[in-house]
């Protein structure tokens, strides 16, 4: 069903603290959202003011399209069409500047969906629902909760070093320092913006981001309902734990990311890892794996600026996946046979992972995958893997319930331990959640390098074949016009 009911612009809180009083908000499409001057005055108000924080996150800019491309393309696994459309050719070549409206495009639309989640926040307690009406409240409130959680989560990852920066050592500080870098998150994240006021905020740090990250999906945990599976394009409890248990992976807060991943994957009995992961993104309904989708619909969707449209060889296809991916799926992985193949009149292999429900309209009739059933076994082996103790049993059962899917003989393989289990476990992500917007983030957090490997005959199309961690373009530039509006923003570190 139709769900994103559209309303005039407003000026808003995020508008101001990305774009002052320019001209360029002017030319923004407009806002699904109530104004916050007292409009959601009852649980209906607020019911449509959380569509609209949906509607947020179906922007182009954000995971319409453009967030998990550029967590995508300058990572390790992906090469350039030599003639292409001229699409986040600078990401690819890791020449992003402080004026890339793509970046822009990224932070104007996730304070966007902040500002939409923090004006129903804010006017929840101005009114009592009827007691027939608490649940629906309740869970109107947790969502909100949990999308302000995901929007900082997703720009603390683009602007933000990760939260264990410093740790790798004095390289770290001495290459990237910004404020200070003491492995613990002490140095710039984001703002965390909690209200919905005009104002210009300066940087929290990223610990601080990360606690009040925690601290909204902790709140939101016990106010959402368990739905089925079926419903994953909207939020519930299920949701909130697998975001917890990645944000927890993120800050290496291993022992709570293992146990909310296990959470998820023993109580989530709806969950299932299908047999066939070619439905992962083209089936009429969600996955039985997906946990939290961006739903569009035939109607409903970003047409050409359609993630799907960038990789489908009906599209653009502007990214094509390196024979070195291609060559890491074992033999006989389904996997690699469902997610990529070489459409007739071809030669090169494209993807066919997010190809969409409709032929039509290659790519676009698409959801966008958030977090799903794989990543949480993959989430759960790792934080068992990397604890102070190991649990190298664990980590390897974790393992190979995801290897197992791809290739069952291949599970019998999984006898690594050690840091030998550790790298089996990052590769699975690699393969496993590849053009889902998680390659450069896994490359970071992890402090490893960007290694593109392009055997010929083959050409990588790009001077870049290696990005040495630490190295300041790993993360975005805060956008020049967010920095020419805000007097207590200070850049990222090289830029």
């Not at 300066?202 to 079926?230: C, Q």
Request: glycine share 6%.
């Amino acid at each position: 069903m139709k769900r994103i009911v559209k309303f005039g612009a407003i000026f808003t809180l995020a508008t101001a603290l990305l774009l002052g009083c320019s001209e360029d908000f002017l030319q923004l499409e407009p806002t699904t959202s109530l104004s916050s001057n007292g409009a959601i005055a009852n649980v209906a108000d607020a019911q449509t003011a959380l569509w609209g924080v949906y509607d947020g996150l179906q922007a182009a800019a954000y995971y319409g399209r453009n967030f998990l491309l550029m967590a995508d393309v300058p990572g390790d696994a992906l090469k350039l069409k030599p003639a292409n459309s001229g699409r986040f050719i600078a990401q690819f070549n890791w020449i992003t500047d402080r004026n890339n409206g793509d970046v822009a495009g990224m932070w104007n639309r996730a304070y966007l969906t902040i500002d939409r989640a923090n004006n129903i926040l804010n006017n929840l307690p101005n009114f009592t629902p009827p007691a027939s009406q608490l649940n629906q409240y309740n869970q109107i409130k947790g969502e909100a909760l949990f999308l302000r959680a995901l929007a900082h989560f997703d720009l603390v990852r683009f602007f933000a070093m990760p939260y264990t920066y410093g740790k790798g050592g004095t390289t770290d500080v001495a290459n990237l320092a910004a404020g200070t870098a003491d492995g613990n998150g002490g140095h710039l994240g984001v703002p965390y913006m909690k209200t919905s006021i005009i104002s210009q905020p300066a940087r929290n740090t990223v610990k601080e981001v990360y606690d009040n990250i925690i601290a909204d999906l902790t709140e939101a945990i016990p106010l959402l309902n368990v739905w089925s599976g079926s419903n994953a394009t909207r939020v519930n409890n299920f949701a909130a734990r697998a975001l917890l248990a990645k944000v927890y992976l993120y800050k290496e807060d291993f022992t709570n990311a293992a146990i909310q991943a296990d959470l998820v994957i023993t109580n989530g009995t709806s969950y299932s890892l299908p047999a066939n992961p070619g439905t992962l993104t083209t089936g009429a309904n969600p996955s039985s794996e997906a946990i939290f989708e961006v739903w569009f619909n035939d109607t409903d969707n970003n047409a050409t600026d359609q993630l799907g449209y960038m990789y489908h060889h009906g599209g653009y296809a502007d990214y094509w996946p390196l024979n070195n991916l291609l060559n890491s799926y074992p033999v006989g992985d389904t996997r690699r046979a469902n997610w990529f193949y070489t459409p007739a009149g071809f030669t090169q292999v494209h993807s066919n992972k997010l190809i969409g429900r409709n032929s039509t309209k290659p790519g676009q009739e698409v959801n966008t995958p958030v977090l799903r059933l794989a990543e949480m076994y993959l989430i759960a082996a790792e934080a068992y893997a990397r604890m102070a103790t190991p649990n190298t049993t664990l980590a390897q059962d974790r393992l190979k319930v995801v290897v197992a899917r791809g290739l069952a003989a291949e599970a019998a393989n999984i006898t690594q331990t050690g840091q030998a289990l550790i790298d089996r476990i990052w590769f699975e992500r690699r393969i496993e959640l590849v053009l889902e917007g998680n390659n450069l983030f896994d490359l970071v957090r992890t402090r490893r390098d960007v290694v593109r490997v392009a055997p010929a005959p083959e050409n990588l199309n790009s001077a870049v074949s290696t990005v040495t961690y630490p190295d300041y373009r790993m993360v975005y530039p805060i956008p020049q016009r967010e920095m020419d509006s805000n007097k207590n923003m200070v850049q990222n570190s090289g830029y």
